[in-house]
């Protein structure tokens, strides 16, 4: 039996980990083995980003740094997928396409390229919930958590989270609203799962 591929999209702080958890929660109560997964990725170049040692590169450099993670994780989802699993990936392609064409500490990379980038390394989701949060609400509840990265400031989030509905609209993702209760978003994410028939 082939799995299937749920990603999970959204601006810092807008509970793409809550949902995750409580998808894992939904398709694990179903009796489907599930893998909860996300990106920046815990693997080696993935884990590189996360500590910052690449030093201060452009975004240009950063988008190819982000995609080179992506590549080597989509092997291992391709693996997942293929063995029968539910895979929920909280980030993936989108977040490069959103983040990296606002420009920050250098000029943004044209769009053109980050999808010409991107492309021949992902696989498509099943299924894509964009969690599309107020950026004042989430940077909140960014500050509340303590540790922040330089792509937590609220205007920068701003045209991010215009980039993330832009796309959404193009591609089809489901825009779930994430200033809503969590029990309530992951409601209307299961629906959309049904309504999908990915279960
Ligand atoms: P995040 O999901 O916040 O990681 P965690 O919650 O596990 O610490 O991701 C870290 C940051 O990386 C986040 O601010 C968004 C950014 N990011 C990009 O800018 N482009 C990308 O392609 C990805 C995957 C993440």
Redesign the pocket.
Known sequence: MSGMFIVVEG??GAG??TLCQNLRSFFESEGLPVVCT???THDEIGMF??RGEAGPVSPTA??LL??A??AVHTEKIREWTSSGKVVIC????A??????AVPLGGPAPDRDWLEAVNGPIVTEPDITFLLDADPQESMLRVGRRGGR????DEEYLGK?RENYLRIAHERGFIVLDGNSPPSEVTSEAKRAIERKKVV
């Open positions: 601006i810092d793409k980990s996300e990106e920046p980003i996360r950063e988008s982000f995609a993670d992506r909280d980030r993936y392609y977040s490069t396409l959103a983040y990296q990265s330089k792509f937590e991010v």
